[in-house]
């Protein structure tokens, strides 16, 4: 049977683009996380939207499952297989296909990577809203997969920037949802059904999105980012409340001082008694030299109204290494889990990532003991999406990924692996209970959130799954009830 396979691949998308050979596949096998490593039973990378049909049509009929593949970058174990399979490696799809200035959107196929968009739009004079990641990832897979970037806070999640899409069935046929679906115009999935909610959050188990259109944005000529510190959450979630609302901020994010410090100090470090336990960066853009001062002088106006209700806020320079990886975007300061971890072996994952603003700080303090404990620096991030409507609160938590023997730790026999794992289902058992929806979920992480869900919304999503994939093909075990 392998062999029949693994020459119907290469007959679809050439000898040189599908392989069964061990040293291939290997790489696939793991991620940064602590899952397991899983082996696919082939590697294919097919160039056309065509060739994707006629793979998945061979898997629907031999019943294989397909894990689609970009850059593997992500770091919830998505695209290692749970029971072998066929990875679709979709970095060959790396056309830019549109750029339209004039609308404001660009077309992209599955291999178009953060670093050849920006290079594109910065010589139109554009941007898109980069995620603090890898210049290598996939814009498509960041956007389908509910990434964040750093317009977010004005503008929302990329997965809100999506303007249309076509994508191929598990079952092989092709669809085009939103204005693309009427004429060649990509401009929006409105006022149409929202049919893209079907393979948005999807995780990969509904189906290959081919080609993305995503909104774009001039970038102003005036730049400025004004900085801030407290002492303590609470006041940091009432500053991001009170300079959220007035949607000036591109970007508005918080850090820990353990998160600000680049590495990531590991294991657990006391934070210097006189430095500030939270720095924040508030990103302004303006058009004119006027309109600059006038959000200057907003931005100062509302750090005094904080203070003379009793807020520690203050104006405080952020740590240059740490501003840099998160304004300089996409960059190569966050290309590595060096710069978070300080080690060649590390591994990263997080709990997180949605959680009202309301809740930030109870659940940092639950986070903090969690984490202390499990000898992790409580290194966490909060940003606002969308002005004050929702946000993120995320820990990033570094590990030494040789199994068993941290040399920092100096504690015998420690496995490094489960207690990071042990460390983030805790993190992810505290946060549900404050309304937080971990961002691209492991398998662990569904166990619990599906646990806890409206049987409803379980019912609902195995017949939306079901319906889509009749054969249970594509990505198989990634909600944890299919």
């Known amino acids: 049977m392998g062999d029949k396979i693994l020459r119907i691949l290469k007959e679809i998308v050439g000898d040189e683009y599908a392989s069964a050979d061990e040293a291939v596949l290997y790489p696939y096998s793991f991620d940064l996380t602590w899952a397991k490593p899983r082996m696919p039973d082939y590697v294919v990378l097919p160039n056309t939207v065509e060739d994707i049909q006629r793979i998945l049509r061979l898997a629907n009929r031999e019943r294989i499952p397909v894990v689609p593949y970009v850059s593997g970058t992500n770091i919830g174990g998505l695209c290692i297989p749970e029971n ?17 200035t004039e609308t404001g959107y660009v077309v992209v196929e599955p291999g178009v990577t953060h670093a050849q968009l920006s290079a594109a739009l910065k010589k139109e004079g554009f941007t898109f809203s ?4 890898p210049p290598a990832a996939s814009v498509l897979a960041c956007a389908i997969n509910c990434g964040i970037g750093h317009l977010a806070s004005k503008f929302g999640i990329n997965a809100e920037n999506i303007s249309s899409m076509e994508v191929v069935l598990p079952t092989g046929e092709v669809a085009k949802i939103g204005s693309c679906a009427f004429s060649d115009s990509w401009h929006s999935l409105w006022p149409l059904p929202q049919l ?40 940091m979630a009432r500053w991001q409340r009170a300079i959220r609302r007035t949607y000036v901020p591109l970007d508005v994010t918080a850090v820990s001082w353990w998160l600000a410090q680049v590495p990531i100090p590991h294991p657990y470090v006391e934070k210097p008694k006189d430095a500030p336990e939270w720095y924040c960066f508030n990103v302004l853009t303006a058009w004119t030299e006027k309109q600059m001062d006038a959000y200057v002088d907003l931005f100062n106006k509302i750090v005094k109204e904080e203070q003379q209700r009793g807020s520690s806020v203050r104006p405080y320079p952020y ?3 740490a ?12 290309g590595t889990t060096k710069n978070y971890c300080g080690s060649g072996v590390a591994g990263l994952s997080w709990p997180g990532t949605f959680t009202p603003a309301s809740n930030w700080p109870p659940l940092y303090h639950e986070w903090k003991t969690i984490l202390i404990k499990h000898h992790f620096s409580p290194a966490v991030r909060l940003t606002n999406f969308q002005g004050a409507h929702y946000g993120m609160m995320r820990a990033f938590v570094p590990f030494d990924k040789r199994k068993v ?20 289902l805790e993190c992810v058992e505290a946060g549900v209970k404050y309304g937080m929806i971990p961002y691209k979920p492991p398998v662990d992480f569904w166990s619990i959130l599906n646990r806890k869900a409206d049987p409803g919304f379980i019912s609902l999503l195995t017949k939306v799954k079901d319906m889509l994939d009749p054969n249970g093909i594509m990505n198989p075990g990634k909600l944890g009830v299919r």
Request: proline share 6%.
């Open 130 to 133: 980069w995620p603090v990641g």
């Open 323 to 334: 501003l840099k990886g998160r304004t300089q975007l996409p960059s190569r300061i966050v």
């Open 84 to 100: 072998g399979g066929i990875i679709m490696d979709l970095k060959r799809m790396n056309k830019i296909i549109e750029i339209n």
């Open 196 to 235: 893209a909610g079907l393979f948005i959050g999807w995780l990969g188990t509904t189906g290959i999105v081919t080609k993305l259109g995503v909104w774009i944005y001039d970038i102003p000529p005036f730049i400025k980012v004004e900085t801030v510190a407290t002492d303590n959450v609470e006041d």
């Open 405 to 424: 023997g941290d040399p920092n730790l100096r504690i015998k026999g420690i496995d490094n692996q489960e207690n990071a794992r042990q460390a983030l």
């Open 319 to 321: 740590p240059e290494e």
